[in-house]
């Protein structure tokens, strides 16, 4: 049946962030690694390999997670880095885990009249730093080593000062949009192409400084610009004010194991009720079924219909979570669902890793988008996210920006333990809005249909996209497009039930997803997204 014949509507694809060259196959792409006492998975094979060199000398996953992540800030500023935010699930041999929100805060001068009198109805996207809350991945990192860290902080920083000093060669994810930022920053003005040498001179200043505690980072070379660009956005109060904090996790009973993600402010939420009403579902035992994308995407509509009303910082989701089976039952198998009467892309870096004592470590950091808000503090070359993207402009909204306040985040980190409390699996996606769409099928792949972290993670997807930025999915969820991705055998399927459908190259835009899974040998088994190009899961 041609697309002409489908009661829905299917777009032709178009060229996708990060997409495979054209001619290149899809086939083995489905790798999974093997490990005996320990595994890093991340976007990056220097970052990976970073956080094994940790594991090799005594060091816990979390000082896996620390080395990897700060590689990653210096070589993928596109994704993330010491201008954006963190979030990360840490489980210690059993029990509940803990939880890091490392999500900064709107400075004391934020001000959401004055953006309404300049005629914004939402937050700049770029290129203006109200948008850019304080920066809270310093603080996680010092945080999380702090608490289960095992090696010196100068010792699990050492490989990222190293890259940003004697420098590194740009990766292909980053070398397409280095002519974008080449003016904006001196660091990358001389690089155009893929293994070209960048360095960073002024992020390894930073590393330095940070080794001898927040206030070298927080109130130094950094903080000192980054108030005298904020021009009253920001104080010295406000940045010495600690970003990180631990919180209680949000757990849910999901295809025999638990599955724990963050509270609000992150959307972890939606993960977490849209596997719940699709559980529910009489899901197909076959993932190419057009039925079981269908009741997934549908499942993550009626989760996140209403994410614009119920997901702020310090909201409390637990009546949202209770309301999965009334949401279950609005869902036809056979047609799309409009969701409008119910109720009144994005780069990231999502790293994981587990260690030889059974830690494991779910990590997820960002700009937001791309490289932030194209806003470069001056004295570092650090570029500053726009995570303030979230918040809301609409007067009395208790999401509205405003000082001291953190915006709705998308970042979803995820870790899934056994009824017996042991550590079964972490794992996490960029992706923007799309995060739990993609989380949701990956755990559904790995938990209800048995399938190996390669297959689980390297396998075509679909996800609900409105156009836009990446993160205005939910303002009007009944125009959002199910685009699948190539490979994907579900385009015809949904159309005839009435979903509007498009298709993009295999890629980025699907996110990049890592999974470590504990086997019952003990035995590490773990995939990096192979849309990643570059990344890897490595052990020992």
């Known amino acids: 049946m041609g697309p002409t014949a489908l009661t829905g509507t299917v777009r032709n694809a178009v060229p996708g962030r990060g997409a495979f060259p054209p001619g290149r196959t899809l086939l083995n792409m489905h790798n999974t690694r093997y490990a005996r006492s320990g595994m890093v998975c991340t976007v990056d094979h220097l970052a990976s390999r970073a956080g094994v060199?940790?594991?090799?000398?005594?060091?816990?996953?979390?000082?896996?997670?620390?080395?990897?992540?700060?590689?990653?800030?210096?070589?993928?500023?596109?994704?993330?880095?010491?201008?954006?935010?963190?979030?990360?699930?840490?489980?210690?041999?059993?029990?509940?885990?803990?939880?890091?929100?490392?999500?900064?805060?709107?400075?004391?001068?934020?001000?959401?009249?004055?953006?309404?009198?300049?005629?914004?109805?939402?937050?700049?996207?770029?290129?203006?730093?109200?948008?850019?809350?304080?920066?809270?991945?310093?603080?996680?990192?010092?945080?999380?080593?702090?608490?289960?860290?095992?090696?010196?902080?100068?010792?699990?920083?050492?490989?990222?000062?190293?890259?940003?000093?004697?420098?590194?060669?740009?990766?292909?994810?980053?070398?397409?949009?280095?002519?974008?930022?080449g003016p904006l920053c001196e660091d990358f003005a001389s690089a155009r192409s893929a293994g070209d040498l960048i360095r960073r001179p002024g992020v390894a200043r930073s590393l330095k400084a940070l080794i001898g505690g927040r206030?070298?980072?927080?109130?130094?070379?950094?903080?000192?610009?980054?108030?005298?660009?904020?021009?009253g956005e920001y104080t010295e109060d406000d940045l010495a004010k600690e970003s990180a904090e631990w919180v209680d996790p949000l757990r849910m009973r999901l295809f025999g194991h638990d599955v724990w993600t963050m509270p609000p402010n992150s959307q972890g939420y939606l993960m977490l009720l849209g596997l719940a009403v699709a559980e529910g579902l009489d899901l197909p035992a076959d993932p190419a079924d057009p039925l079981w994308a269908h009741l997934l995407a549908e499942s993550a509509r009626v989760a996140g219909h209403d994410r614009p009303e119920v997901l702020y910082d310090g909201a409390s989701v637990?009546?949202?979570l209770d309301s999965?089976?009334?949401?279950?039952?609005?869902?036809?198998?056979?047609?799309?669902?409009?969701?409008?009467?119910?109720?009144?892309?994005?780069?990231?870096?999502?790293?994981?890793?587990?260690?030889?004592?059974?830690?494991?470590?779910?990590?997820?950091?960002s700009n937001a988008a791309g490289f932030g808000s194209l806003v470069f503090e001056p004295r570092t070359g650090i570029n500053l996210h726009n995570r303030g993207i979230g918040f809301s402009l609409a007067p009395g909204h208790p999401a509205e920006y405003g000082p001291?306040?953190?915006p709705p985040h998308t970042l979803v980190p995820g870790l899934i333990t056994h009824p017996d409390g042991s550590l079964r699996s972490v794992v996490g996606t960029m992706g923007g809005d799309a995060q739990p769409q993609i989380l949701m099928q990956v755990i559904t792949r790995l938990l209800l249909h048995g399938q190996d972290p390669g297959r689980a993670v390297g396998t075509a997807r679909w996800r609900l996209a409105s156009g836009g930025t990446g993160f205005d999915t939910w303002v009007d969820p009944d125009r959002a497009v199910v685009e699948v991705e190539e490979g994907g055998p579900?385009?015809?399927?949904?159309?005839?039930?009435?979903?509007?459908?498009?298709?993009?190259?295999?890629?980025?835009?699907?996110?990049?997803?890592?999974?470590?899974?504990?086997?019952?040998?003990?035995?590490?088994?773990?995939?990096?997204?192979?849309?990643?190009?570059?990344?890897?899961a490595l052990g020992l």
């Open 318 to 320: 637990t009546g949202v």
């Open 324 to 365: 999965a089976a009334g949401r279950r039952t609005l869902i036809d198998p056979a047609r799309r669902l409009s969701v409008r009467d119910l109720t009144s892309p994005g780069d990231t870096t999502y790293l994981c890793a587990v260690d030889g004592e059974g830690m494991g470590v779910s990590l997820i950091q």
């Open 215 to 231: 206030d070298g980072f927080y109130l130094g070379e950094f903080g000192e610009g980054l108030v005298a660009a904020g021009g």
């Open 53 to 181: 060199a940790m594991l090799e000398r005594g060091g816990s996953a979390a000082d896996a997670a620390v080395a990897a992540n700060a590689v990653l800030a210096v070589t993928a500023p596109h994704m993330c880095g010491l201008g954006g935010d963190l979030f990360a699930l840490v489980h210690d041999g059993s029990g509940t885990p803990a939880a890091l929100n490392a999500s900064g805060r709107a400075g004391s001068g934020a001000d959401p009249e004055r953006l309404r009198a300049e005629g914004h109805t939402r937050m700049p996207f770029h290129h203006d730093l109200r948008s850019a809350p304080v920066p809270g991945c310093a603080d996680g990192w010092l945080a999380l080593h702090g608490r289960y860290g095992r090696l010196p902080l100068a010792e699990v920083l050492t490989p990222a000062i190293g890259l940003a000093t004697e420098g590194f060669p740009a990766s292909p994810l980053l070398a397409p949009a280095l002519a974008t930022v």
């Open 404 to 406: 001291g306040r953190r």
């Open 490 to 536: 579900w385009a015809e399927g949904l159309a005839e039930r009435g979903h509007p459908v498009g298709s993009l190259p295999y890629g980025s835009a699907f996110g990049h997803a890592h999974l470590i899974d504990v086997l019952p040998s003990g035995v590490l088994a773990g995939a990096a997204d192979p849309r990643s190009l570059i990344g890897a």
